[in-house]
Every structure is written in C-alpha cells, then in structure tokens.
C-alpha cells in the first residue's frame, strides 16, 4: 500500500513540475566558462597541486589500463554499454 501511495505521488508531481533553468557556471555561454576553467588550470600549476605526468608514469599507466581491459566487461565494449543491464 505504501508502494502505491509513492508512485502516486511522484508520477502527479512529475509532469506538472516546470523545468528548471540553469544557474551559475552552467548558464554562462561556453566561450565564458572556458575561460574561467583555464585561469583555475594555470593556478593549479602555479601553485603546485596540478600533476604532470612523466614519460614512464603514462607508459606505467597505459600498460595498468591495458592489462585491466583484458579481463572480461572491462573492455572498450563494456564502457560502451553494449552488456546487456
């Protein structure tokens, strides 16, 4: 009975509610947002928090991703979502 009530209530709630408009970062146009991401990428390195990766940190991390992707559902086909849910 409880399941009832709930699935009432969200299913008159849903299409009456309005949409919702965008605020903040998500309203600015892209050219805009853009620059502010950019200011926050130059301070990070500036600052020292922003990591790089060596030469043999991405061969390291290619080959971790390569070996994962050789077990069965970690491969490109998995992260698609071809699997059946």
Known sequence: MALE?????????????????????????????REIASLGGRAAHQSGHAHEFSSEEARAAGRKRHARSDSVGTGPAASAGSEAR
């Open 5 to 33: 009530n709930t699935s009432a209530q969200s299913n008159t709630s849903g299409p009456t509610t309005p949409r919702r408009s965008l605020r903040g970062f998500a309203a600015m146009d892209p050219q805009r947002q």
